[in-house]
């Protein structure tokens, strides 16, 4: 279970033309709740807040103000009560090339406080299921960037997270491991895990996810199941929501 | 700490799977240094043999023939050459003769009647064929100053002893093992620090700004171990290279030494009398809190840095500071100002210095000792203050 009240995060920056600190609102009171065997869609163009939001989630960073809990723990008091029960994985994350697969999945089993023999066990399970047993005990340097985010994912799901929060999770991926990621989302939820996944693929949106909310300028909008956010935009699809969503913030701007 | 040491084996393990680092870290130094010293004892002894094996080329001018026989009769020190071509200087220089002597005109005539004659050598003395020439023409000269003052005592009817009313014997109350200990001591906290440093120096920027430029940190930090932990963890993996490589680097140098002395038991034998067991511990455990201070600069520059080049840049500064203080310890009188005990860095350089020279003040070491733990202690709260922050962390 994820809640999220009243959310606010900002970030100084440093103009380089002027020297001035410049403060930028990249979260402006988010409120959302994310319930258990529910897959949340996370929207926005890039810049909107997205990322800053998930690792907010994932105790990464800390809210300005408002309060997220997950699990029953606040992200501020207890990060790593909340990490222990969450599953996170983002494009940018890296996985450690010298390490084979078999290898980088015993160690972050070891960070994650799981049995040797289970987290085997489970690793095993894992890259199984995404179709990379046969490279378990391939040195990962030579891996393409599909079969890394496939280790990546093997890695977030290893200890068995109640909470799994995936930051465009096919990105960079073909269509046949693309699939195979969203196969996997929605075992997930049938699992009854709690997921939320920020992704620029409506498509994806609209086969996988239960409820949608959009973020524009920090902003959650249409907090709704995709085909009720249709109706009530009077939509054929999710690029169209989109579209008039960014529209009317450049209205208000 | 649990977390701590389970980053420092994540760090260890990768370590161990690059085979190319694992080489220049581990076995090189090994290799290295036999072969360095060797070969460079090896070229000194053959060059020196070279320039005592063939007589000195003198330049001669001796208008009156006062020393020209003398040199002549010796023909295996000395060998009489014509005046090169060109400026003399530049002869000497470009090393077409070892010396050129000028006695002056009048000398057979000042010697017959018993007053003085002088005698110039020019030499250059950066060179050891020349520093050899010189020697040789002192003991020459000194013997056959010698004999002629004899012969004018003689003349005079007075006792030999006349010309020598004392005689300075003088005896070396440093045995070997002081002299090494002496220059140990110069050396050795130097060459500690820079090891140190150099060797904490590249893997401390790949565990902290190398794993930002590869986008592994953040999965870390999405474990359930605790940020401080993390730092932690690099920071005793950062230590600890630190301290491996100061180890098997002087390892390496000690075993090096019987290629240094050409097998020679007697410098090992004085080198082991430094080396104690208590000169040793004392060493280690002031090293420790120092490495500990080295580590947390170079953590500290590494996770804040965006990429391994910005890091470099920051962390290879401290590499001409450490070179900066650790000649500056070298200086003769540095040790004498006592005020130094409590300039950091520099005071652990001048406890070793004196462990080794056998003056081991107790007070001005435990003075640098508990300076170096506070400051090393210190700099350990504020690496972790500082990294915990995310804007450290997420600097991209």
């Known amino acids: 279970m994820i809640q999220l009240n009243q959310v606010h995060k900002s970030f100084t920056v440093k103009d380089r033309k002027t020297r001035a600190a410049k403060r930028i609102d990249a979260v402006r009171g988010i409120s959302l709740e994310v319930r258990p065997g529910e897959i949340y869609g996370l929207l926005g163009p890039n810049g909107a807040g997205k990322s800053t939001t998930l690792r907010m989630i994932a105790g990464l960073m800390d809210p300005d103000s408002g309060s997220i809990h997950v699990c029953g723990h606040e992200t501020r008091q207890k990060p790593e009560a909340v990490r222990a029960c969450l599953g996170y994985l983002s494009t940018d994350m890296g996985v450690y090339v010298r390490f084979t697969p078999r290898e980088l999945l015993r160690i972050f089993g070891e960070f994650q406080d799981v049995d040797p023999r289970v987290a085997e066990r489970r690793g095993l399970h894992l890259l199984e299921k995404l179709q990379l047993a046969d490279f378990a005990d391939v040195k990962m340097e030579g891996f393409s960037s599909g079969q890394k985010q496939k280790v990546s994912i093997a890695r977030a799901l290893l200890h068995d997270p109640k909470v799994v929060i995936f930051d465009e999770p096919t990105t960079g991926l073909d269509v046949l491991t693309a699939k195979t990621v969203l196969d996997l989302l929605r075992i997930m939820r049938e699992e009854g895990r709690t997921v939320i996944v920020s992704t620029h693929v409506m498509p994806m949106v609209e086969d996988i996810c239960d409820r949608v909310g959009i973020i524009f300028d920090g902003k959650l909008h249409g907090d709704a199941p995709p085909l009720d956010l249709l109706r009530s935009r009077n939509a054929k699809s999710l690029d169209e929501v989109f579209f008039q969503l960014a529209a009317e913030s450049e209205e208000i701007h | ?396």
Not at chain 2, 115 to 125: K, L, N, P, R
Not at chain 2, 154 to 164: F, I, R, T
Not at chain 2, 317 to 340: E, N, Q, R, S
């Open chain 2, 1 to 396: 700490m649990r977390g701590a040491l389970l980053i420092a084996k994540k760090e260890f393990l990768e370590l161990s799977k690059d085979r190319k680092t694992l080489f220049f870290a581990f076995v090189l130094p090994f290799l290295l240094y036999p072969a360095i010293f060797g070969m460079m004892a090896k070229m000194a002894k053959r060059d020196e043999a070279q320039n005592r094996s063939k007589a000195s080329r003198v330049y001669l001018v001796d208008p009156s023939s006062a020393i020209a026989g003398l040199l002549q009769a010796d023909s295996k020190r000395f060998e009489l050459v014509p005046k090169p071509e060109g400026d003399l200087r530049q002869a000497l220089r470009d090393q077409k003769l070892d010396l050129a002597v000028e006695v002056e005109p009048g000398a057979a005539a000042a010697l017959q009647g018993h007053a003085t004659f002088s005698i110039t050598a020019t030499t250059d003395e950066s060179e050891r064929s020349a520093e050899i020439a010189l020697k040789r023409l002192r003991e020459a000269l000194d013997g056959q100053q010698k004999a002629w003052i004899q012969e004018r005592l003689h003349a005079l009817g007075a006792s030999a002893q006349l010309a020598e009313p004392l005689k300075l014997e003088v005896k070396n109350a440093a045995d070997p093992a002081l002299e090494i200990g002496k220059v140990m001591g110069r050396i050795l906290p130097y060459l500690l620090m820079i090891m140190m440093y150099t060797g904490s120096m590249q893997h401390g920027i790949y565990a902290t700004a190398g794993e930002k430029e590869r986008h592994t940190l953040l999965s870390l930090m999405a474990t359930r171990l605790p940020r401080n932990q993390i730092i932690l963890g690099k920071l005793l993996y950062i230590f600890s290279m630190g301290v491996i490589a100061a180890l098997l680097n002087l390892l390496s140098m000690g075993l090096s030494i019987p290629f240094m002395s050409g097998g020679s038991t007697s410098s090992a034998q004085a080198l082991a009398a430094v080396a104690n067991p208590m000169t040793l511990g004392l060493t280690f455990m002031i090293m420790v809190p120092l490495g500990l201070f080295f580590s947390n600069f170079i953590l500290l520059m590494g996770i804040q840095a965006r990429n391994t080049i910005e890091a470099g840049s920051a962390i290879t500064p401290g590499i001409f500071l450490v070179v900066f203080l650790g000649i500056f310890t070298m200086a003769p009188g540095v040790d004498k100002m006592a005020f130094l005990a409590y300039v950091p860095v520099v005071n652990v350089c001048l406890a070793l210095r004196k462990l080794f020279s056998q003056q081991f003040n107790q007070m001005e070491y435990l003075v640098s000792f508990a300076m170096t733990v506070g400051l090393a202690g210190l700099m350990t709260w504020v690496s972790t203050r500082i990294l915990n922050r995310e804007k450290a962390l997420f600097k991209a």
